[in-house]
């Protein structure tokens, strides 16, 4: 996931993001690789990034790039109901709101983004920020939540793994994360998930106290999942 920054003091560079569920299951399972998640935060290619994060002192700068877009387009075209469209999102950046908080239509979304918009991307706001380890882990928290992601592991006594998936996704999905093999011979899968994690010893404890789900293809992946997939090719 790459986030893009707006004016906090934070340097351009890849951060792990050891989360509490992480941590937790690198306590339960103490294993021999630890693969947290990453995040890259950069401050260039403004649009090829998963979400923005912007100190509250710029956020007039940043609706400005949009603001100057609107007006140039504005100046261009012909149709009113397109005319129409633009002196709405314009009037909305006028009162310094980012254009991922209006709301908007679908349809109107896509009109917005073929114009390459930047505050229709998931953004969070920062009023202050110092580069402490607390404080970067709330901010990417904040960010993936705003970007529509979670995190879901797998785990063993090799290995624990973080991984990201879109909200909503199945555990289909989820295994082509994993890999291309585990998305195609998929069988089946079980699933704990990390808020029971103070509940058991190990697996075979957590199977025998019925905290472990069997699962198929639709299953929709929650956030702390950890995930054992089934499968044959």
């Known amino acids: 996931m790459e986030i893009f920054n707006f004016g906090l ?6 951060y792990n993001y050891e ?3 992480y941590k937790k299951l690198l306590d339960k399972f103490s294993p021999k690789k630890k693969n947290p998640y990453t995040v890259e935060f950069i401050n260039e290619d403004l649009e090829k990034s998963d979400a923005i994060v912007i100190a509250k002192d710029k956020l007039l700068d940043f609706v400005l790039i949009d603001l100057e ?17 633009l002196k709405q999102v314009q009037g909305y950046l006028e009162e310094e709101k980012v254009l991922a908080d209006w709301g908007l239509e679908q349809e109107k979304i896509n009109f917005l983004k073929n114009l390459q918009l930047v505050s229709v991307k998931p953004i969070v706001v920062k009023e202050d920020f110092k580069d402490q380890d607390q404080q970067l882990r709330d901010l990417i928290g904040e960010a993936m939540e705003a970007a529509g992601k979670i995190l879901f592991f797998t ?6 793994k973080a991984w990201d998936l879109r ?5 289909l999905e989820a295994a082509g994360r994993i ?11 079980e699933v704990v998930n990390c808020k029971d994690l103070d509940n058991f010893y190990n697996m075979a404890e957590a199977k025998s106290k ?6 198929g293809k639709d299953y929709k992946v929650a956030d702390g999942d950890i995930i054992y997939i089934k499968f044959s090719i």
Request: proline fraction near 2%; hydrophobic fraction near 35%.
């Open 69 to 85: 877009k609107i007006e140039q387009r504005l100046a261009r075209t012909e149709a009113e109901e397109e005319k129409e469209i």
């Open 210 to 215: 019925g905290l472990v789900e069997t699962v």
């Open 179 to 189: 890999h291309s093999d585990l998305m195609r011979g998929f069988i089946r899968a």
């Open 19 to 21: 989360s509490n569920q």
């Open 9 to 14: 003091d934070l340097a351009p560079k890849k």
């Open 167 to 171: 909200k909503g996704k199945t555990i």
């Open 155 to 160: 785990a063993s006594e090799k290995e624990v």
